[in-house]
């Protein structure tokens, strides 16, 4: 008997030779439409084998047996990055058919007896070629996610009629759901599943708390998940603490609460809490206070080539995000965390390795935190603690990282201070700002700080009794 691979390359080109079809172009329309079905089917057929290895090599390199995984000894992290390597297939749908495959792998346990799969009406639909890999990876998704809560007859019963719909099966499916509308029934039976839960709230919600960080699309990442309740008071509390006095959550006194401060806040309150969720993420990054470029557990490196830097064309890359980094992102990040300069030469080899530049130490930072008090734009409530430290004068152009060389500036308004119109000088070690001429036409330029130890000086200064005056 010849063993799979030569059975499969015999059916390959049986199928070749088969599948040598008229162009459909000359089909009638009902014609074109059941040979398009037809086709599905025996894609469908391969998909379920295909499900099927991938999910034996997911067994073969489950996370118990360590350095024995099967991914492990072939150089790659997990078995979706295997089958990728393998297939040429994308990472998506790889871990597709890792999910439906280890669902659906019939197994014997240790002392020989059978061991169904996880959801058996899902393994034997997809063998008989009537279920779909999309519809199959549907079910297993959505009831996956009740899987810890549900009781398991329920469950049972929620995937035998979700296979029941998407195969046309039994008497209340007549038409055969779509992928997408499985999704839809799959989701309302995981609600429904869920509250049957018969475990305290609380277990229930410690299982099923999750986070995660999407894929990109339009450019941005989604974030989505499900937070224990007192960690989404504290967030919440978080983020409303320091939205802008227009949108009602900072805490300015009334005289602070210019028109000018209240007029510049073009953000909306969705931007806004984005902006304070980068503050506290950079707040965290920070916590470890080492001014270093790979140093900290924290740091993220982007790279850039100095040409794209130098002349504002092409992007940077971050470590662990698909999405390419814009120039003026990257020129905010180099301006808070600093540059390493690596030169290669044309092969690729590093000739050149600079030390770390632009970071502003601890005590710097601590001396700018005393001076400049919080974020520098008026009305901005940011404190100092989530603030940047702005080089004044940019490094390409001479600046020096230095005390009287940065400012304290919120993650927002360093991000945008090139396009905002917001002038930043010094002045003898103190910072002046200038409104933008939208809001403030022939605006002049005016001292800025929140620091209680310098509004005392200034009041010590303009009203105290000569006596008390210092020199
Ligand atoms: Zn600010």
Same mark, same amino acid.
């Given at each position: 008997?010849?063993?799979?691979p ?10 070749? &030779?088969a ?28 998909? $379920?084998?295909?499900?099927?290895? &991938?999910g034996?090599?997911a067994?073969?390199?489950r996370?118990e047996l ?11 992290r997990?078995?979706?990055?295997l089958?990728?390597?393998v ?14 495959g ?7 346990? #240790? ?5 169904p799969?996880a959801?058996?009406?899902?393994? $034997?639909? #997809? ?7 999309d ?5 297993v998704r ?13 469950l049972?019963v ?8 998407a ?9 055969r759901?779509?992928?997408?509308e499985?999704?839809?029934?799959a989701? &309302?039976?995981a609600v429904?599943?869920d509250?049957?839960?018969?475990e ?5 919600a410690?299982r099923r ?13 989604q ?8 960690? $989404? ?5 978080? #983020? ?14 009334g005289?602070e609460?210019?028109?000018l401060?209240v007029q510049a806040?073009?953000r909306?309150?969705e931007?806004?809490?984005?902006d ?14 080492h ?5 900290? $557990?924290?740091?993220?490196l982007v ?6 830097l130098?002349?504002?064309?092409g ?5 662990g ?11 905010h990040m ?5 540059i390493?300069?690596v ?6 080899r ?6 770390p530049e632009?970071?502003?130490?601890p005590?710097q930072?601590?001396a ?14 940011v404190?100092?603690a ?8 940019p ?5 020096p990282?230095?005390?009287e060389?940065?400012?304290? #500036?919120?993650?927002f ?5 090139d ?5 930043i000088r ?5 910072p ?26 200034r009041?010590d ?8 005056k210092?020199?």
């Open positions: 008997m010849a063993g799979i030569e059975a499969l390359e015999q059916v390959r080109s049986a199928l070749h &030779a599948l040598d079809l008229d162009p459909p172009r000359g089909l009638g329309d009902d014609e074109l439409l059941v040979a398009l079905g037809a086709l599905e089917g025996v894609g469908r057929l391969l998909d $379920a084998h295909r499900a099927t290895f &991938a034996e090599v067994d073969r390199s996370v360590g350095a024995g995984r099967l991914s492990t000894r072939k150089g790659c997990s078995a979706a990055e089958i990728e390597r297939t040429q297939v994308s990472g998506t749908e790889a871990r597709r058919r890792v999910s439906v280890r669902a659906t792998l019939a197994d014997t346990g #240790l002392t020989g007896q059978p061991v799969a959801h058996p009406h899902v393994a $034997a639909a #997809l063998v008989a070629g009537s279920l779909g890999l519809a199959a990876a549907t079910i959505e009831l996956g996610r009740t899987r810890t809560v549900a009781d398991p007859t329920r049972d929620a995937e035998r009629e979700l296979v029941d719909q195969t046309g099966t039994g008497d209340a499916a007549p038409v759901a779509s992928a997408d499985l999704a839809v029934q989701r &309302a039976w429904f599943l509250q049957d839960g018969t305290p709230d609380d277990e229930r410690m708390r999750g986070f995660r960080v999407g894929r990109a699309r339009d450019g941005l990442i974030i989505s998940g499900e937070l224990l309740p007192e960690v $989404a008071a504290k967030l919440k509390r978080l #983020l409303d603490a320091h939205l802008s006095p227009r949108s009602g959550g900072g805490f300015l006194t005289a609460r210019s028109d401060a806040e073009t909306t309150t931007q806004q809490r984005h304070v969720l980068a503050a506290i993420i950079d707040t965290a990054a920070r916590s470890g206070e001014p270093s470029i790979g140093g900290a $557990a924290p740091t993220v790279s850039v080539r100095a040409v794209d130098e002349t504002g064309s992007a940077g890359h971050a470590d995000v698909e999405l390419p980094i814009s120039l003026r992102a990257v020129r180099v301006c808070t965390g600093g390493q300069t030169v290669s030469d044309a092969a690729g590093i000739i050149r390795l600079g030390s632009r970071c502003f130490t005590h930072r601590r700018i935190t005393l001076r400049d008090g919080g974020c520098l734009i008026p009305g901005c409530t404190p100092a989530w603030c940047e430290i702005h080089h004044v004068i490094d390409a152009r001479g600046g990282t230095h005390t060389n940065g400012v304290l #500036l919120c993650w308004h360093h991000r945008t201070i396009s905002s119109g917001w002038g010094m002045r003898r070690g103190v002046e700002i200038r409104p933008p001429a939208w809001l403030d036409p022939g605006g002049s330029w005016r001292k800025s700080t929140t620091s209680p130890t310098r509004l005392a000086d009041l200064h303009d009203h105290a009794p000569p006596e008390r210092t020199a």
